[in-house]
């Protein structure tokens, strides 16, 4: 029970699988749409590739981070607070590769 707060990270690096290896087709639910992304087929999987690495890495680092986090003996709510942080960080980090992308 004490390792589900790993779960998000871990969905990060899925979705970020499934975008680097171009699996999922132009659309308009799953990706990362933009009006560029959505009227060109090419920039779609060139920029959600960038965005899934990304999602990978930044997944990774955060499963990471949470998993010594954890590890120190620190208040339960403080855990927390730095989880969500991470994740939050992680989040923003893609977004920031895909408007740059």
Not at 21 to 46: I, K
Not at 61 to 74: G, Q
Request: aromatic share 8%.
């Amino acid at each position: 029970m004490k390792y589900l707060i790993l779960l998000p990270p871990l969905i990060f690096c899925a979705i970020g699988l499934v975008l680097a290896f171009q699996m999922v087709p132009p659309n308009a639910t799953t990706g990362f749409r933009t009006g560029r992304t959505l009227s060109n087929e090419a920039a779609w999987y060139a920029v959600n590739a960038n965005v899934g690495w990304s999602l990978v890495l930044s997944g990774l680092v955060a499963a990471a981070v949470i998993w010594h986090v954890f590890a120190l003996d620190l208040n339960l709510s403080v855990k927390c607070l730095i989880a969500t942080a991470t994740l939050v960080c992680a989040a923003s980090l893609t977004v920031i590769v895909g408007t740059m992308s």
